[in-house]
């Protein structure tokens, strides 16, 4: 018997491995996680010093259960800098769901007449705004401690275009107040970032336009939030199981893995549809169907709701 046939087997454990090692790493998404981390590598002390910088953090609240949104499927997340509390939506019964900084349900009011909504964002003086994938809109309306229900036919609603996009459309929404801009993130296909100007509250000047960079090598967008501190933005992909940071230029500083083992995780998180930033810089994350994390610099101690 040839020699050479003897050796077979050993060249072809040695391809199933490498083949292996490949499907897992791509299943895992180490591949983004990688390309993300050499550019970690080449950024100064002072660059780190002045980003969020994700590496630091470690989770202090994971996968807290929400109460009574356990079929629900929460999506999004936005942080309220005048109540000290933290807004999500729910998309297979449409609500607004108001949190604690904990993860506690404070009020779940419903959304009347809105067909999937996917972001919610806290605007200024008040309002806030969602975005409803389905419909392809941004609804604009005042939220106070009396609001009991949202029928979107009294709120400033406006169509968002790509009529084509069916489920993959503006997933992400956040106000930047320092630079007095909505950013929305299309989810894919194809994956894009957008701003558009205006005032935080009904008036919005020209049209959106896409920001650079905005592909990002993610594999989908969830959620975006703005940084009041540094002015840098977290965009999160549930496909990726990442948590990224870019800068005003939009270029990528620093991410967190979403894979159990990383940054303090048990566990990997299902499917991670939200992120919020307080103006402490602690990060809050919702989690389909109704999950909450809480991630701090260090892994202090977890804020009581």
Known sequence: MPLSFLRRPRWLACLFLLTALIAGGRAFHLDDQARIW???????EAERAASIWLPGYQAVIQAKPLAGLDEDETSDLSYSPTSGTLFTVTGRNPKLVELSLSGEVL???PLRGFANPEGVAVLADGHLAITDERRRTLAIFTLDAQTREIDVAQTQEIDLGFPDSGNKGFEGVAWDPARQRLLLGKERSPLSVFSWPG????RFAGRMQP?????????NLSALSVDPRTGHTLVLSAQSRLLLELDEEGEPVSFISL???FNGLDNRIPRAEGVAIDEQGTIYMVSEPNLFYVFRRGGEAAAEG
């Not at 050499?38 to 100064?44: H, I």
């Not at 005032?199 to 009904?202: E, Q």
């Open 38 to 44: 050499l550019r970690e590598l080449t950024l100064s």
């Open 107 to 109: 009020r779940s009011i």
């Open 199 to 202: 005032n935080g509250a009904t």
């Open 211 to 219: 920001l650079p960079n905005d592909s990002l090598g993610l594999r």
């Open 259 to 261: 894979i159990g083992g």
